[in-house]
Structure formats: structure tokens, C-alpha cells
Nanobody, 112 residues
Framework: QVMLVETGGGLVQAGGSLRLSCAAS????????MAWYRQAPGKQRELVAA???????DYTNSVKGRFTISRDNAKNTVDLQMNSLKPEDAAVYYC??????WGQGTQVTVSS
């Protein structure tokens, strides 16, 4: 059974930072690609950032230069460092592993 548990969400002022972490119950080496998605109220879930086992990363345009995704295969974690947060970054953030495994989500709220 694959379980993904996100932590690190919370309330932050615009311009602030948060670091989200996703801990997996299995070795993440199993998954070529790990990713973070987000879903704001009334909007579709969107890909925020992804990282492969080889270290290649991809970001949605709106977070480029502000967010950094990383993975630690030894610790089975995938992190998302979020800097210069904007109110439009507010959403529930979900960890995703290849083969369609999802975490329960963590809420990020950004006050203006």
C-alpha cells in the first residue's frame, strides 16, 4: 500500500515562504516522477512542479523562479520550497507519485 503524507502547509503573509514535505511509505525510487499539484476553490487541480529520478524538474510558469522541488530518495521524501508567496498561490497542495498515487493534501493560505 502506497501512502503519501504531506506536511508543512499553513497561513503565511504574501511575500513569505513555506516548505511542504511529502513522505512516502515506500521507496520513491520506484517512481520515476514525483510531483506537487494544487487545487484552489472552484478551480481544476493543476500541476505545480515535478521531478524525475534523474533530477530533471519542471514547473508551471506561474511559480518559476519562486518554487523549488527536490527529492531525497534515501529519506523517501519530496519537498516543495515556496518563496515569495502570492495570494493566488493559496490552494490545497497534493503530492503525487507516478501511477496515480495521491496524498490527502495540505492547505496553503496566503494573506494579502
Amino acid at each position: 500500500q502506497v501512502m503519501l503524507v504531506e506536511t508543512g502547509g499553513g497561513l503565511v503573509q504574501a511575500g513569505g515562504s513555506l516548505r511542504l514535505s511529502c513522505a512516502a511509505s515506500v521507496s520513491i525510487r520506484t517512481f520515476w516522477k514525483m510531483a506537487w499539484y494544487r487545487q484552489a476553490p472552484g478551480k481544476q487541480r493543476e500541476l505545480v512542479a515535478a521531478i524525475t529520478n534523474g533530477g530533471s524538474t519542471d514547473y508551471t510558469n506561474s511559480v518559476k523562479g519562486r518554487f523549488t522541488i527536490s527529492r531525497d530518495n534515501a529519506k523517501n521524501t519530496v519537498d516543495l520550497q515556496m518563496n515569495s508567496l502570492k495570494p493566488e498561490d493559496a490552494a490545497v497542495y497534493y503530492c503525487h507519485a507516478q501511477n496515480d498515487y495521491w496524498g490527502q493534501g495540505t492547505q496553503v493560505t496566503v494573506s494579502s
